[in-house]
């Protein structure tokens, strides 16, 4: 559903969003996850391993973790009927309003740099109450004051109907939480490395935070564990070349070859 | 429909020559079945004009179409080849200005499928509002809810294809289709004037009298012509059948870049058919 993300840095970091992922999905009844998501595919297998199977997990593109067979409209009248609680989002651009551009830079239709379209962002943010903005690459030229292009936007006029919304950006770099109420993000936490300057540094919007931010914690070793381990298995059905480049998981000849490209 | 004493099936050429220039074609995402043999035969053939309907994305098929000047208008919620990144020959039309666009949303296209299948005018769908799509769309509109006065939805016009044409897994020789769970194909079917496919393999029996089978059948009475095309979703996957050629795709990506590396693609991948 995003702009094509870059691939994680490193495994460590890789664990590390998909745990901070799994945090913000705990209690969630149905996840889903849309194509060419595997940090986000991966963060919601763990979070209905969290769950003791409470959880339902559907993984577009997936064949063993999606149940849908009534066609590809099956996500969006599902969501309407308010059957899915947490899906991500991303974006080419994202601003400090929590707008969307999956479509391009510049001026429309002849923009400078052209996304690959909007896919079902400008439905899904409206009908999905838990909604996570995750995009790996944290730069001004990603977050910027305001985006080009609004996909979907991050609120609406009062008398629009709306159940669903941003709750949280993840990045490569950081965490923010987004109040509504106020249309801004807030810096809950900076991952290891990271400084309050640096991130305000690397960010094109303003957005709120205290002086001090606590760092992202690192994963307990547990759950290093099942992401190195049996979640890692699980996602491999479905993203099998990220599954071996980061965990080591899956891998056969075929697919050495095709991550010897990647 | 009318098929003649031959029954629906016919050559993949055959097939090409009954997709029109001008008209206007719906296609399925990458996932679900893409005729990509009957693609080459289509730019082989050197049709010209047509409006592309993506249902609701499309990839390597909306890119070649794009790169061989067969297209006027694109209507999609997104072009990508996946995980093998933007579609190049799609990126350039847009950005020179070569290609009228229609940005849309998945859930958009789904309803105008599903309008023309109900065979009303539009279908209303939440969410949208604010949206630049919706500013950008002037066949978009927002209406009040007639049991609920000023509460505003988006009306979407019905979208009836001249023609979808699409790869499925098998097919019998009356012209049903076993497509599975995928089910945006029949809606496809239901809402164009007429459906092309192709068949990865051909069922000497009738797949409509086994009920194991008949509920994921596309019935023959929306399929004008069918022909039998062997790996014909190649280099995409055929979801249960065979996985996407990454080495192509990966070729693709790079031939794809710049005018004469896509040129050149078309001349080996593509151009021999005409000779042929």
């Known amino acids: 559903m995003s702009a094509r993300s870059l691939p994680a840095a490193s495994s460590e970091r890789a664990v590390l969003l998909i745990d901070v992922l799994a945090r913000l999905l705990a209690g969630a009844g149905h996840v889903a996850v849309g194509a060419l998501s595997p940090i986000p595919g991966t963060a919601a297998l763990l979070a209905r391993a969290l769950s003791g199977g409470a959880m339902r997990v559907t993984v577009l593109g997936s064949s063993r973790h999606n149940a849908f067979t009534d066609g590809g409209r099956e996500l969006f009248d599902c969501a309407a009927q308010g059957r899915i609680d947490a899906f991500f989002l991303g974006g080419g651009q994202i601003d400090g309003g929590a707008n969307l551009n999956l479509v391009g830079t510049g001026s429309y239709p002849r923009v400078a740099t052209r996304f690959p379209g909007s896919f079902g962002s400008a439905y899904l943010y409206f009908m999905i109450p838990r909604v996570i903005l995750f995009r790996e690459e944290h730069s001004p030229r990603v977050l910027v004051p305001k985006v080009d292009f609004i996909s979907a936007p991050g609120a609406s006029e009062a008398g629009v109907w709306r159940r669903g919304g941003p709750v949280a950006l993840v990045t490569g770099r950081a965490v923010f939480a987004f109040d509504r109420a106020r249309r801004r993000f807030r810096l809950t936490s900076v991952h290891p490395g990271e400084t309050v300057a640096g991130i305000v540094a690397a960010t094109g919007f303003d957005f709120d935070h205290a002086e001090t931010v606590p760092e992202t914690p690192a994963p307990a070793p547990e759950i290093a564990a099942l992401i190195n381990g049996p979640v890692g298995r699980e996602i491999a059905e479905t993203y099998p070349g990220f599954a071996r480049r980061l965990f080591g998981i899956g891998a056969t000849a075929e697919e050495n070859k095709s991550e010897a490209r990647a | 429909m009318a098929t003649g004493d031959s029954g629906p099936m016919i050559d993949l050429d055959a097939l090409a020559a009954r997709i029109e220039d001008g008209c206007r074609l719906a296609i399925p995402p990458d996932y679900s ?59 350039k039309a847009v950005r020179d200005g070569a290609i009228a666009i229609r940005d849309a949303t998945c859930p958009a296209i789904h309803a105008g499928l599903q309008a023309a299948e109900k065979g009303v005018p539009f279908l209303p769908l939440r969410g949208i509002i ?118 192509h795709l990966d070729a693709y990506r790079r031939a794809a870049r710049d005018d004469d590396g896509f040129a050149r693609y078309l001349a080996r991948h593509v151009a021999p058919r005409v000779a042929a």
């Open chain 2, 33 to 91: 079945g893409v005729a990509m043999a009957a693609t080459r035969a289509l730019i082989a053939r050197r049709a010209r004009n047509l409006d592309l309907i993506c249902c609701p994305t499309s990839g390597l098929q909306a890119d070649l179409l794009i790169g061989a000047d067969c297209l006027r208008m694109i209507e999609t919620a997104a072009v990508s080849l996946g995980e093998f990144g933007p579609a190049p020959r799609f990126v």
């Open chain 2, 130 to 247: 604010g949206s630049d799509l919706l500013a950008h769309r002037d066949d978009w509109r927002l209406i009040d809810n007639p049991y609920e006065p000023g509460d505003k939805l988006v009306a979407v016009p019905a979208i009836a294809p001249d023609v979808a044409l699409f790869h499925a897994p098998l097919g019998d020789r009356h012209g049903n289709l076993w497509i599975g769970r995928r089910r945006e194909l029949v809606v496809m079917a239901h809402a164009a004037k007429a459906t092309l496919a192709t068949v990865e393999a051909v069922f000497d029996g009738d797949l409509l009298a086994d009920e194991r089978w008949a509920a994921g059948v596309l019935p023959a009475l929306y399929v004008t012509a069918v022909a039998h095309a062997p790996r014909g979703a190649w280099p995409l996957a055929l979801s249960g059948q065979y996985a996407a050629d990454a080495d």
